[in-house]
């Protein structure tokens, strides 16, 4: 269990050092601001909004952040908070994070993810389509399975149902990348190539999806994979470093056969 901080029930007042950078071809910086006056309870991107309605009223330009939901579903937003990706409480997206995690007085470094496969749009926003390319490239079934069958009709064993909606919880929102110190999206790909080999409708064309999807992840320009398991801490889906192992075993029975 981690021991985090929390408010003492008053408003905050913050000091933020947020990068600042124009575009992709444009140098960045820290600029460092306040905020006063936010509510513990409120999201960590509510709070970017009370900071970004201060720039605007001081006819500033805005804080660059993605952000879609805010529930912790669609894997859109994403923040390191002093080092951390997506902050210091485990299995929780930036957008469910709240500010009663965090003391009076506090300093926050925001960053955007740092990796080659994710440039920099602008501030704290990261191109993030390199994740699209690999589920494109094979984390799909292609072949006719007809219409839903009844349920219990296919006949999948608990252990390997239960493991493949596990993969399936991930999100995509790249924390995991962004706590590798080698930017390795190694368990986002396990998780996409382990949610449908585990089943049996995945199974016709486990080799050549296991063959694509790694080919894709080594174009974009990801890392080889540390081994510190840094990602799956990072994960607010909880993916298991399993699914990395299960990526290895995957790639290497591909290598050994034909294309299905």
């Known amino acids: 269990m981690i021991d985090l901080p929390h408010s003492d029930g008053g408003h905050l007042s913050l000091t933020l050092k947020v990068w600042r950078q124009a575009d992709a071809d444009s140098p960045g910086a820290f600029e460092t601001y306040r905020v006063d006056e936010i509510n513990p309870d409120m999201s960590f ?21 993605d952000h879609d939901c805010r529930e912790g579903i669609c894997g859109t937003c994403g923040v390191m908070i002093n080092g951390m990706a997506h902050g210091p409480l485990p299995n929780t997206t930036t957008c469910q994070l709240r500010m009663r995690q965090f003391r009076n007085g506090d300093t926050l470094v925001l960053e955007p993810w740092r990796a080659k496969g994710f440039p920099i749009v602008r501030d704290l926003v990261c191109d993030r389509s390199a994740f699209d390319r690999i589920q494109q490239a094979g984390g799909y079934i292609s072949i006719g399975v007809g219409s839903a069958p009844d349920a219990n009709a ?5 252990k390997f149902a239960d493991a493949a909606m596990n993969s399936a919880a991930c999100i995509g929102c790249g924390a995991c990348v962004a706590a590798c110190k080698n930017a390795a999206a190694h368990l986002f790909t396990g998780a996409k190539i382990s949610h449908l080999a585990l089943l049996p409708q995945g199974s016709a064309e486990r080799k050549d999806r296991a063959r694509r999807m790694v080919a894709q992840m080594d174009e974009e320009g990801f890392g080889a994979c540390s081994n510190t ?18 990526l290895n075993r995957e790639y290497a029975y591909a290598s050994l056969g034909t294309s299905d």
Do not use: G, H
């Not at 296919?154 to 608990?158: D, M, Q, R, T, Y």
């Not at 398991?229 to 192992?245: F, G, K, L, Q």
């Open 154 to 158: 296919v006949a999948v064993p608990k």
């Open 45 to 65: 991107l509510e709070m970017l909004d009370c900071l970004n309605e201060q720039l605007t009223q001081e006819d500033k330009e805005p804080v660059a952040f």
């Open 229 to 246: 398991n840094e990602c799956a801490a990072a994960c607010p889906a909880n993916i298991s470093v399993t699914d990395i192992a299960r």
